[in-house]
């Protein structure tokens, strides 16, 4: 059966035929690495995606016999970031950490200020991590389920807040899609990052929250947050008694993933690509990554080249009709 082009598979062809003359010119690209790698990061230390980059990076260090480090550059939602990286030197020493943000939901929300080629700019190496995002409440709220919180909120249209990461982050676009699924009237007040929004529900500023799991699993495991319900297709494991949203009356349909990916910049050679994709593969699949991504609430995940283009290319449509339905403008 024929694979199905799409147009970051089709890029990361046309870039495998205008690099072939060259890679078999120049022996250099059968020793890589021979300097540091960097691995780019478009949120500040501390976060997830950071945590995970950083996880990532020593084990690669060790299977690519090379220094591998991770450079924060914050801002404009990721969007400096990945412009950075698409600008950088095709040679596979500068690698760009995906998120849903930066390919997912980003291109449909700044459309004029992105700064970026989401497809065009870059060649896809590796999926890295699954991470679900949870439905926090404030614990001394009366609402103990879903239920009973929409419920609730129908009671009191108005009154009940949801903090969020930041305007169209993912976590604004998953309450706005959490009040129009159930007909709710919720009031959004974005913070800057995930961290204020968890203690803003903690304080009780505002009232509930989706969080990346891992960011709110301590606080969840320590009495100070509730977790009502998490946006993946499954139950996490490391909540089994909390509910995916899909299972509960209402959300039949509603599943948000979060997700890192690595990606290099256009026109990167495919041995360079071939070399980073087995080595992520690799570290992916060990026992010591995988327990340090479980306590952080994220599920390694490894994937080919083409199977990560055609994944970006199934987010880029999703979001963006996501964005178009809840009518939400940045720019």
């Not at 199905?4 to 890589?32: D, G, H, K, R």
Request: charged share 15%; hydrophobic share 45%.
């Amino acid at each position: 059966m024929k694979t199905p082009s799409t147009p970051l598979a089709v890029a990361a062809a046309c870039a495998f035929s205008a690099v072939a003359a060259l890679t078999v010119a120049s022996p250099a690209y059968a020793q890589y690495p021979q300097q540091p790698v960097k691995i780019v990061v478009g949120y500040a230390a501390g976060g997830t995606t950071d945590i995970l980059a950083r996880s990532l990076a020593e084990q690669l260090a060790a299977e690519l016999k090379q220094s591998v480090i991770v450079e924060n550059k914050p801002g404009a939602a990721g969007n400096a970031a990945a412009a950075f990286v698409q600008q950088s030197a095709p040679d596979g020493y500068t690698l760009f950490m995906a998120t849903v943000s930066s390919h997912g939901i980003n291109p449909a929300l700044y459309k004029k200020t992105l700064g970026y080629e989401p497809v065009t700019g870059f060649e896809p190496v590796s999926m890295v991590a699954s991470i679900p995002l949870v439905l926090i409440t404030n614990p001394k709220l009366p609402a103990k389920s879903v239920p009973e919180l929409v419920a609730l909120a129908k009671q009191k249209p108005g009154e009940l807040n949801y903090a969020s990461s930041g305007n169209g982050s993912p976590v604004h676009l998953a309450g706005a899609m959490f009040g129009q699924n159930a007909q709710l009237e919720l009031v959004h007040v974005p913070y800057r990052g995930g961290a204020l929004a968890n203690t803003s529900v903690m304080a009780g500023e505002t009232q509930l929250s989706f969080a990346t799991l891992p960011a709110a699993l301590p606080q969840v495991k320590a009495g100070r947050l509730r977790a009502m319900a998490v946006t993946t297709k499954d139950r996490s494991a490391q909540l089994p008694d909390v509910p995916a949203m899909r299972e509960l009356p209402g959300f039949k349909g509603f599943e948000i993933n979060t997700w890192n990916a690595l990606l290099v910049p256009k026109g990167t050679p495919q041995p360079v690509i071939d070399t980073l994709n087995k080595a992520v593969g690799k570290v992916l699949s060990s026992p010591k990554l995988a327990q340090r991504f479980n306590q952080e609430g994220a599920t390694p995940v490894g994937s080919s080249p083409k199977e990560l283009a055609r994944f970006v290319d199934a987010e880029l449509n999703k979001w963006a009709g996501a964005v178009q339905q809840l009518n939400i403008k940045i720019d």
